[in-house]
């Protein structure tokens, strides 16, 4: 049977309230007894707190407390509890929270904040991630080692500021580098950067005497939220309410936890009043959670027929003051910074290392564009040593059907179509002639392919309620969190698909509350077209039976002689039908006698039998499923700026099934100007002492339209799977993956200069062009 | 308190300004509950607090409400009367340029600005315009494409 709403372009659902100004985002939030927090930051990235006075402060005019860590017992956290709501004997980021006024209102709370006077006692500090997992750094956490954590995951170093080491062995890398003609080795640079979503960090919450807690936060993660606040209070999460508006962006900066226990912790202080507290934009360049920082040196060796022989791989993330966000992202990037290619032993070690910076957090692609950045540039080293042309160097080692990946997972031929996608950017990008160098521009062309697997919980699962109304209408409840990409939208399609009733009789509730909502892991990891979808096809095939059942109590017969086709149950004889709506509630004869039962059906997913790496080996299942892709580029360099444009910027993936072809255009597109904003101008830099230089948009530029490729070519291959509903996998940080090396390939191409540390500004091309000349 | 008088969407309103650095966006977002402009950076530079003050498009952010007394403002919510959508909201819609919505807004009353004073604004005036906006989901395409689709919807 053909498909009706899965595969086209069906209008975004949160379309009209965001056009007419109608959404509501958390600072558009208000509730009863209201006040408003300000924070005082320690602008000094390492020092221990000698004194804090406040009593001049809340002395001031509207201010109804000033909170402090002093006496704060608190750690919190998911897997590793390193980090205080705020800072209590010392702080260890510029960034850090060290006093929070509150007041009747915004202007009164900051006010109050300038008659706080805070002495420190400064401590050295350390930005670099090598640096401070080197002998004789300045130690950033005394009990790094002794917090309490979940041991099978995190691996501290005791003594060190090495929170978590992960380390991959899978084969020989000796034996592999000796079968190799040719090896290439070099160190990378991915730096720290700012998620940058439009809408900053906010949060509004309310403390009763009873222990309860109720907020709402602009936040990716309601049940993580909620159960962290719990465990933060010694309360059951009975007792914790968490609201979810709609998110203005994510990419990952607000996911897990940011900046909600501090502002309960304040909230903790005035119980039976809500505490607002939206952070400025320069806060949420020093004071939430920013993405990378990673420094690597990757090898990797081939035979002279292009076959790879072995990889070896050092990360060290600079992961800021605290470690509970950024552990697992460390793990993945040495799960994954193979990229889709099947190297046959394997050695990586990844250090998450505390530094004085501010704490590092899922960032669109979760270690994948980090590490891939290496593996995806060495390639294009690797193919000119080779002389070969780069497509049949990658060809020749995909990950393909049979093939294993570094945690010895075997793929099969499901998992996606590699080969066509590279074909696809191929014919876009290379089967054209290349314009020649002429007196203002060189010209460049470049590759990288990608895959990207969802590090998630091994638990990880979504839950979907449903309901039919007597019309036939059809409420969806489930907690996916829409932050753009268009999970409202897409799921509102697979309901309506997998019941065949008209797409406008389908609500699915936007507002996640933990009160209402069934559980769902959290809103990460582009998995709720995958996982959520699941969810719903199975909620939708229960209500179906259900339908039947009472159809079948109403005509008098077997179940099995009713059929479905979205409105009509026949029986044998087409004449006798009911719609949807008669059998939603069970059915109602003439004289008010009803029968059956009233439809309410559950469905869930749970990703299926993954779990955490092996301690010895760092192998096993802990990758759910993957998706693939393949990216190109053809650019221009002003030879008298070293200016990059990028002139055509080709992208083809394999999400199994285009659900939405709009919305996933529009996935693929945002992610690539996001890579090419990493890949060529964002960098959070940071002053002498240790604060951080570019605070907001304008020193720190992130893509504008003018940025943006001339031409952009988007192509999707679907490959049938069992995995996705409807075939459809995850397809949202992935178009990030691969724009970094896929444009310094092209820039080595145009220029011949190996660029490994990003962003390559057009002041590094010129020193660059300068110095070969 | 010290007061200021404002006409925004055709409704004349006195608010009171509290001491301290209280913006335009402060007064349509906090007293006239007009949160269709968005507070993104501060410091004008995302545009999502833009809206239309004495006929030209202004970051709302930047502007001292003081300095907004007397004036005139349109904001997205009163570009269409409740009932039937703006030709440049339903672009936006048709062509797919809102993913998160927190820049649309803003970029929507650009838009406002740019069409009804030059209707026949070329490719490259339009995208002069839509430079003053970030927006982190999009890359952009599907908003260029919004603004011309509204463009002929206007004509």
Same mark, same amino acid.
């Given at each position: 049977?053909?498909?009706?709403?899965?595969?086209?372009?069906?209008?975004?659902?949160?379309?009209?309230?965001?056009?007419?100004?109608?959404?509501?985002?958390?600072?558009?939030?208000?509730?009863?007894?209201?006040?408003?927090?300000?924070?005082?930051?320690?602008?000094?990235?390492?020092?221990?707190?000698?004194?804090?006075?406040?009593?001049?402060?809340?002395?001031?005019?509207?201010? %109804?407390?000033?909170?402090?860590?002093?006496?704060?017992?608190?750690?919190?956290?998911?897997?590793?509890?390193?980090?205080?709501?705020?800072?209590?004997?010392?702080?260890?980021?510029?960034?850090? @929270?060290?006093?929070?006024?509150?007041?009747?209102?915004?202007?009164?709370?900051?006010?109050?904040?300038?008659?706080?006077?805070?002495?420190?006692?400064?401590?050295?500090?350390?930005?670099?991630?090598?640096?401070? @997992?080197?002998?004789?750094?300045?130690?950033?956490?005394?009990?790094?080692?002794?917090?309490?954590?979940?041991?099978?995951?995190?691996?501290?170093?005791?003594?060190?500021?090495?929170?978590?080491?992960?380390?991959?062995?899978?084969?020989?890398?000796?034996?592999?580098?000796?079968?190799?003609?040719?090896?290439?080795?070099?160190?990378?640079?991915?730096?720290?950067?700012?998620?940058?979503?439009?809408?900053?960090?906010?949060?509004?919450?309310?403390?009763?005497?009873?222990?309860?807690?109720?907020?709402?936060?602009?936040?990716?993660?309601?049940?993580?939220?909620?159960?962290?606040?719990?465990?933060?209070?010694?309360?059951?999460?009975?007792?914790?309410?968490?609201?979810?508006?709609?998110?203005?962006?994510? &990419?990952?900066?607000?996911?897990?936890?940011? %900046?909600?226990?501090?502002?309960?912790?304040?909230?903790?202080?005035?119980?039976?009043?809500?505490?607002?507290?939206?952070?400025?934009?320069?806060?949420?360049?020093?004071?939430?959670?920013?993405?990378?920082?990673?420094?690597?040196?990757?090898?990797?060796?081939?035979?002279?027929?292009?076959?790879?022989?072995?990889?070896?791989?050092?990360?060290?993330?600079?992961?800021?003051?605290?470690?509970?966000?950024?552990?697992?992202?460390?793990?993945?990037?040495?799960?994954?910074?193979?990229?889709?290619?099947? &190297?046959?032993?394997?050695?990586?070690?990844?250090?998450?290392?505390?530094?004085?910076?501010?704490?590092?957090?899922?960032?669109?692609?979760?270690?994948?564009?980090?590490?891939?950045?290496?593996?995806?540039?060495?390639?294009?080293?690797?193919?000119?040593?080779?002389?070969?042309?780069?497509?049949?160097?990658?060809?020749?080692?995909?990950?393909?059907?049979?093939?294993?990946?570094?945690?010895?997972?075997?793929?099969?031929?499901?998992?996606?179509?590699?080969?066509?996608?590279?074909?696809?950017?191929?014919?876009?990008?290379?089967?054209?002639?290349?314009?020649?160098?002429?007196?203002?521009?060189?010209?460049?062309?470049?590759?990288?392919?990608?895959?990207?697997?969802?590090?998630? @919980?091994?638990?990880?699962?979504?839950?979907?309620?449903?309901? %039919?109304?007597?019309?036939?209408?059809?409420?969806?409840?489930?907690?996916?969190?829409?932050?753009?990409?268009?999970?409202?939208?897409?799921?509102?399609?697979?309901?309506?698909?997998?019941?065949?009733?008209?797409?406008?009789?389908?609500?699915?509730?936007?507002?996640?509350?933990?009160? &209402?909502?069934?559980?769902?892991?959290?809103?990460?990891?582009?998995?709720?077209?995958?996982?959520?979808?699941?969810?719903?096809?199975?909620?939708?095939?229960?209500?179906?039976?259900?339908?039947?059942?009472?159809?079948?109590?109403?005509?008098?017969?077997?179940?099995?002689?009713?059929?479905?086709?979205?409105?009509?149950?026949?029986?044998?004889?087409?004449?006798?039908?009911?719609?949807?709506?008669?059998?939603?509630?069970?059915?109602?004869?003439?004289?008010?006698?009803? /029968?059956?039962?009233?439809?309410?059906?559950?469905?869930?997913?749970?990703?299926?039998?993954? /779990?955490?790496?092996?301690?010895?080996?760092?192998?096993?299942?802990?990758?759910?499923?993957?998706?693939?892709?393949?990216?190109?580029?053809?650019?221009?360099?002003?030879?008298?700026?070293?200016?990059?444009?990028?002139?055509?910027?080709?992208?083809?993936?394999?999400?199994?099934?285009?659900?939405?072809?709009?919305?996933?255009?529009?996935?693929?597109?945002?992610?690539?100007?996001?890579?090419?904003?990493?890949?060529?101008?964002?960098?959070?830099?940071?002053?002498?002492?240790?604060?951080?230089?570019?605070?907001?948009?304008?020193?720190?530029?992130?893509?504008?339209?003018?940025?943006?490729?001339?031409?952009?070519?988007?192509?999707?291959?679907?490959?049938?799977?069992?995995?996705?509903?409807?075939?459809?996998?995850?397809?949202?940080?992935?178009?990030?993956?691969?724009?970094?090396?896929?444009?310094?390939?092209?820039?080595?191409?145009?220029?011949?200069?190996?660029?490994?540390?990003?962003?390559?500004?057009?002041?590094?091309?010129?020193? @660059?062009?300068?110095?070969?000349? | 308190?010290?007061?200021?008088?404002?006409?925004?969407?055709?409704?004349?309103?006195?608010?009171?300004?509290?001491? *301290?650095?209280?913006?335009?966006?402060?007064?349509?977002?906090?007293?006239?509950?007009?949160?269709?402009?968005?507070?993104?950076?501060?410091?004008?530079?995302?545009?999502?607090?833009?809206?239309?003050?004495? *006929?030209?498009?202004?970051?709302?952010?930047?502007?001292?409400?003081?300095?907004?007394?007397?004036?005139?403002?349109?904001?997205?919510? *009163?570009?269409?009367?409740?009932?039937?959508?703006?030709?440049?909201?339903?672009?936006?819609?048709?062509?797919?340029?809102?993913?998160?919505?927190?820049?649309?807004? *803003?970029?929507?009353?650009?838009?406002?600005?740019?069409?009804?004073?030059?209707?026949?604004?070329?490719?490259?005036?339009?995208?002069?315009?839509?430079?003053?906006?970030?927006?982190?989901?999009?890359?952009?395409?599907?908003?260029?494409?919004?603004?011309?689709?509204?463009?002929?919807?206007?004509?």
């Amino acid at each position: 049977m053909g498909l009706k709403y899965v595969g086209k372009a069906v209008t975004r659902v949160d379309a009209l309230q965001k056009v007419t100004g109608t959404a509501t985002y958390i600072d558009d939030v208000k509730v009863p007894r209201l006040l408003y927090a300000k924070v005082l930051r320690a602008g000094i990235p390492h020092a221990k707190i000698f004194s804090i006075e406040t009593s001049e402060a809340e002395a001031m005019p509207g201010v %109804i407390k000033v909170v402090t860590g002093k006496n704060c017992k608190i750690l919190f956290g998911t897997c590793l509890w390193d980090q205080p709501p705020l800072a209590v004997d010392k702080v260890r980021h510029a960034g850090e @929270a060290v006093a929070v006024a509150v007041a009747k209102t915004r202007l009164q709370a900051e006010a109050a904040l300038k008659k706080i006077k805070v002495k420190y006692d400064p401590l050295p500090f350390v930005l670099d991630a090598i640096e401070a @997992a080197s002998k004789g750094a300045p130690i950033i956490h005394d009990r790094n080692g002794e917090y309490k954590s979940v041991e099978y995951v995190v691996h501290p170093i005791k003594g060190t500021n090495i929170f978590h080491h992960y380390k991959l062995r899978n084969g020989d890398t000796d034996k592999g580098f000796t079968e190799a003609d040719v090896v290439v080795e070099e160190n990378f640079n991915f730096p720290i950067s700012s998620h940058c979503a439009i809408e900053p960090h906010g949060a509004v919450c309310r403390f009763q005497s009873d222990g309860s807690i109720e907020i709402w936060a602009a936040n990716q993660a309601p049940f993580v939220l909620r159960d962290v606040l719990a465990d933060m209070f010694r309360v059951p999460t009975a007792k914790v309410r968490v609201h979810i508006p709609y998110l203005g962006g994510g &990419f990952g900066g607000k996911s897990d936890i940011c %900046i909600e226990p501090l502002i309960a912790y304040v909230a903790s202080f005035v119980p039976g009043y809500a505490v607002k507290l939206i952070l400025t934009r320069r806060e949420v360049f020093t004071s939430s959670l920013v993405g990378r920082g990673m420094k690597g040196r990757m090898k990797i060796g081939a035979r002279r027929d292009g076959t790879f022989t072995a990889l070896e791989a050092e990360m060290y993330f600079s992961d800021g003051a605290y470690g509970d966000t950024s552990w697992p992202v460390c793990t993945v990037a040495g799960h994954n910074c193979t990229g889709p290619y099947h &190297f046959p032993n394997v050695a990586t070690d990844v250090y998450g290392v505390y530094t004085n910076s501010p704490p590092v957090g899922a960032f669109r692609g979760y270690g994948h564009p980090e590490g891939q950045f290496m593996v995806g540039r060495l390639i294009d080293m690797l193919a000119r040593k080779l002389d070969m042309p780069i497509w049949e160097v990658m060809k020749k080692n995909f990950l393909s059907e049979g093939k294993k990946n570094a945690l010895g997972q075997t793929i099969t031929k499901s998992h996606g179509d590699l080969y066509q996608c590279l074909d696809e950017v191929k014919k876009a990008v290379f089967d054209t002639r290349k314009p020649d160098e002429d007196e203002r521009y060189f010209y460049g062309r470049g590759m990288a392919a990608m895959m990207k697997s969802p590090k998630m @919980a091994t638990h990880s699962s979504s839950g979907c309620q449903l309901k %039919i109304s007597a019309d036939g209408s059809v409420f969806i409840n489930l907690a996916g969190i829409e932050m753009g990409q268009g999970c409202l939208t897409v799921f509102t399609q697979m309901a309506a698909e997998a019941l065949r009733v008209p797409i406008e009789k389908i609500r699915i509730y936007q507002e996640v509350d933990t009160q &209402f909502s069934p559980w769902d892991w959290q809103t990460v990891a582009s998995m709720q077209t995958y996982r959520g979808g699941r969810a719903i096809l199975q909620a939708c095939e229960r209500a179906i039976e259900q339908l039947k059942a009472n159809a079948a109590e109403a005509f008098g017969c077997s179940i099995q002689e009713i059929e479905y086709d979205g409105e009509l149950f026949h029986h044998g004889d087409p004449s006798r039908k009911l719609s949807i709506g008669q059998l939603a509630r069970g059915y109602m004869f003439e004289n008010g006698l009803t /029968i059956g039962v009233p439809v309410h059906t559950t469905g869930s997913y749970r990703v299926q039998g993954v /779990i955490e790496p092996d301690l010895e080996t760092g192998m096993g299942n802990a990758a759910g499923s993957w998706t693939f892709g393949c990216q190109a580029a053809e650019i221009r360099i002003e030879k008298a700026s070293g200016k990059v444009e990028v002139l055509h910027f080709a992208s083809a993936f394999d999400p199994g099934k285009v659900v939405n072809p709009q919305t996933c255009r529009g996935q693929v597109v945002g992610g690539v100007v996001q890579g090419m904003g990493a890949a060529l101008m964002e960098k959070i830099e940071f002053k002498e002492d240790g604060t951080i230089k570019n605070q907001n948009f304008g020193p720190y530029r992130i893509p504008r339209i003018k940025d943006i490729p001339k031409k952009l070519t988007v192509k999707f291959v679907e490959t049938p799977n069992e995995e996705g509903p409807w075939s459809a996998k995850p397809i949202a940080e992935h178009p990030i993956v691969a724009v970094a090396p896929t444009i310094l390939n092209a820039i080595r191409d145009a220029t011949g200069v190996d660029f490994n540390q990003i962003p390559v500004t057009a002041d590094i091309i010129l020193k @660059a062009l300068k110095e070969d000349e | 308190m010290p007061t200021i008088t404002l006409k925004v969407n055709g409704a004349l309103h006195t608010v009171e300004i509290e001491e *301290g650095r209280v913006t335009l966006l402060d007064v349509l977002r906090e007293k006239l509950d007009l949160t269709g402009a968005k507070l993104g950076c501060g410091v004008g530079q995302c545009g999502s607090c833009t809206v239309i003050m004495n *006929g030209e498009a202004v970051t709302s952010c930047t502007i001292l409400a003081k300095n907004a007394d007397s004036a005139e403002i349109l904001t997205v919510e *009163g570009l269409s009367d409740g009932y039937a959508l703006h030709p440049i909201q339903e672009a936006f819609i048709e062509a797919g340029a809102v993913q998160c919505g927190f820049c649309t807004p *803003g970029l929507i009353m650009r838009t406002y600005d740019l069409l009804t004073k030059n209707p026949d604004a070329s490719n490259e005036e339009i995208v002069e315009a839509l430079n003053k906006h970030l927006c982190r989901c999009t890359g952009y395409e599907t908003i260029l494409e919004a603004v011309k689709l509204a463009q002929s919807k206007m004509q």
